[in-house]
Structures are given as structure tokens and as C-alpha cells.
């Protein structure tokens, strides 16, 4: 017998052999798929506790500002100029909507001419309420 002379297995060997080599691609395939699916799971509960944390911040970001703008309003601060007209216009809404009427009445081009001789008057009253306001709270000091 010739050592380089193999014997050529049956049809029956080689379809068990190709059923076996088969059947371990498939679970290595499923092995694989559940991996990536953990994989994937994972990835997305990751985002969602990341989502949560920033959530989280914002909403007691949100508390806190609330509990901080009372003392604020209550000290005669103004956060910003936007609260501060929003302020205004839920304290006096009849006197807002003459004004508002007021300027729809004049127009544009009277608008613009009574702005331009009122708005440094009404700066410098405003500056100098405001500068009134810091001294009362220094002197309160």
C-alpha cells in the first residue's frame, strides 16, 4: 500500500461530515447573533441610562431655578429683560394692551419718530432706577 494513498470516504460519510460542519456553522451563527444582540442591547440601555442622567440635571437644574427666582423676584431682581417684561405684562395686562393700542393707532412713522425722542429719556430714567435700587440694598447691608 502506498503511504500518500488515502481511501475516499463514502457518500454517506461525506454528507454526515457536511451535515456536522453545517449544523456547527449554524450555532456558531446564532452563538454570533445572540453576542451581537446583546451587543446592541447593551449599546441601547447605555443610551438610555446616558438620556436619564441628562434628564435627571435638567429637571433639578428646572427645581432649582424655580426655588431661586421667587427670592429673586422677591429681592426686585431681574433675571433677564425677557422675564422681566413677561413680569410686566401679567401685572398690568389693561395698561399693556392700551399701549399696544396706542401703537397701532400711531403708526410706523410716528412710532419710530416718538421712540427716538422718548427711548434716551426713558434710559436714563431706568439706569437711574436702577442705580437707586443698588444703593437702597447697599445701605441695607
Known amino acids: 500500500m502506498n ?17 456536522a460542519l453545517d449544523q456547527a456553522a449554524s ?3 446564532q452563538e454570533r447573533d445572540i453576542a451581537l444582540a446583546s451587543l446592541e442591547t447593551a449599546r441601547v ?4 441610562q446616558a438620556q436619564r442622567q441628562r434628564l435627571g440635571k435638567r429637571l433639578s437644574a428646572r427645581a432649582q431655578q ?20 413677561r413680569d410686566r405684562v401679567y401685572r398690568h395686562p ?3 394692551g392700551l399701549a399696544l393700542g396706542a401703537v397701532l393707532a400711531l403708526g410706523p412713522r410716528r412710532l419710530r ?3 427716538v425722542w422718548a427711548a434716551p429719556l426713558a434710559w436714563r430714567g431706568w439706569r437711574m432706577a436702577e442705580r437707586a435700587k443698588q444703593f437702597a440694598q447697599r445701605s441695607r447691608l
Not at 3 to 18: G, Y
Open 3 to 19: 503511504a500518500s494513498h488515502r481511501p475516499t470516504p463514502s457518500k454517506a460519510h461525506r454528507e454526515r461530515i457536511q451535515h
Open 27 to 29: 450555532e456558531l451563527r
Open 45 to 48: 440601555l447605555h443610551r438610555i
Open 66 to 85: 424655580r426655588n431661586v427666582q421667587p427670592a429673586l423676584s422677591a429681592m426686585g431682581v431681574a433675571e433677564s429683560l425677557f422675564l422681566n417684561a
Open 94 to 96: 389693561i395698561a399693556i
Open 113 to 115: 419718530r416718538f421712540t
